[in-house]
């Protein structure tokens, strides 16, 4: 009597496996589609999602962010899972190094301390509480550099859990199969 309610289950198993497999594949592809028009400003093959790009994302943390597709798509990931608080503030830290005029980078801090640092911010990233009160104290006279420790663990984190998650990912799995098989094709 068993064997009959475990056959169907395992029967039932296998389609929804196939179903998810095909549906994966369909979001590898609409993914790459969407990831391409996002960046389709010419048509060259250099602005294109390649195969070997999207391979060496898989090298390190920091060459998945340098590359366009790849920040997008590990982005895409994170808001998927709920957790793009940490990608955010580190693309905000690099946006804030860049400000030249003391006046704006006294507010951007103040507005980067009340969106990520403080406590039950929006946008809280987990930083430790002498980091989170080191930065409450730079925040009160701002430096280019008044963001680095927490950019530093934010970074840290995100190389120790989100990038290895986003790895093994249905998304990252499914956009290097679709490339591969593309590249297959001709």
Known sequence: MPSLIIEP???QRFIM???????NKNIGKNFMCRLQCMFSHSSSSESRLSLEDTQQWS???ERLLES?????????FLKSEYSDENIEFWLTCEDYKKIKSSFRMSSRAKKIYEQFIKA???????IDYHTREQ???????????????????VYGLMERDSYPRFLR??????LLENLAADATKG
Not at 17 to 23: E, G, V
Not at 120 to 126: G, M
Request: hydrophobic content about 25%; glycine content about 2%; charged content about 35%.
């Open 9 to 11: 289950l395992n029967t």
């Open 120 to 126: 039950e911010s929006p946008k809280e990233i987990n």
């Open 59 to 61: 090298q390190s943390l």
């Open 135 to 153: 930065i409450k104290r730079n925040v009160k006279t701002p430096t280019m550099h008044c963001f680095d420790d927490a950019q530093k663990i």
């Open 169 to 174: 990912s249905d998304v990252y799995r499914t």
């Open 68 to 76: 366009k597709y790849g920040l997008a798509t590990f982005r895409n």
């Open 17 to 23: 496996d196939s179903d998810d497999r095909k549906r």
